[in-house]
T-cell receptor, first 114, second 111 residues
Framework: AQTVTQSQPEMSVQEAETVTLSCTYDTSESDYYLFWYKQPPSRQMILVIRQEAYKQQNATENRFSVNFQKAAKSFSLKISDSQLGDAAMYFCALIIQGAQKLVFGQGTRLTINP | EADIYQTPRYLVIGTGKKITLECSQTMGHDKMYWYQQDPGMELHLIHYSYGVNSTEKGDLSSESTVSRIRTEHFPLTLESARPSHTSQYLC??????????FGPGTRLTVT
């Protein structure tokens, strides 16, 4: 069975600064995908970034980047130049290649202080 | 932008009523999912479907039922709503082994 753990229930950061959200996972499979999702208050869940396990290069999407450490089974999300609109719940998720279901972490609530 | 829709967005209903939450997607995805989520909390998978005429129960036991008669449509039904069913219900769809696209959710309150 796969598990995803987000050990930080809440994080806060000053606007324009950088914050890193942690995620660790456990799986015995070698082919899988990892995701970070963002859920703003009362708004739709959207995909922030995706990482294929076979790729060594860390994924980047504008101000969002990941630090993927496959051996350590770690997948942290770095948000640079934080903006007020980044305030949301962030969920880390894992899916095994060919599997039907995503496995989600517990979520981290990110607050941006102006 | 993902094309997945849920109606209604908000529903307040009395105990004992039958309700159906609608979910539709226009991406042709075979896989569809229903999650239950209390505000600010983690997601719990309650139902999923591999394709037409296939449905499976998720990780969290639920009194709701689902059907999948058409690829694009995956409604969830509660035969007799109770206050314990008060929650947010999220629908999602995906291709095999890929990211899921989420609808806007239905926030259900049972009084």
């Amino acid at each position: 069975a796969q598990t995803v753990t987000q050990s930080q229930p809440e994080m806060s950061v000053q606007e324009a600064e950088t914050v890193t959200l942690s995620c660790t996972y456990d799986t015995s499979e070698s082919d899988y995908y990892l995701f970070w999702y963002k859920q703003p208050p009362s708004r739709q869940m959207i995909l922030v970034i995706r990482q294929e396990a076979y790729k060594q290069q860390n994924a980047t999407e504008n101000r969002f980047s990941v630090n993927f450490q496959k051996a350590a089974k770690s997948f942290s999300l770095k948000i640079s130049d934080s903006q007020l609109g980044d305030a949301a719940m962030y969920f880390c998720a894992l899916i095994i290649q060919g599997a039907q279901k995503l496995v989600f972490g517990q979520g981290t609530r990110l607050t941006i202080n102006p | 932008e993902a094309d997945i829709y849920q109606t209604p967005r908000y529903l307040v209903i009395g105990t004992g009523k039958k309700i159906t939450l609608e979910c539709s997607q226009t991406m042709g995805h075979d896989k569809m999912y229903w999650y239950q989520q209390d505000p600010g909390m983690e997601l719990h998978l309650i139902h999923y479907s591999y394709g037409v005429n296939s449905t499976e129960k998720g990780d969290l036991s639920s009194e709701s039922t689902v059907s999948r008669i058409r690829t694009e449509h995956f409604p969830l039904t509660l035969e007799s709503a109770r206050p314990s069913h008060t929650s947010q219900y999220l629908c999602a769809s995906s291709e095999v082994g890929s990211e899921q696209y989420f609808g806007p959710g239905t926030r259900l309150t049972v009084t």
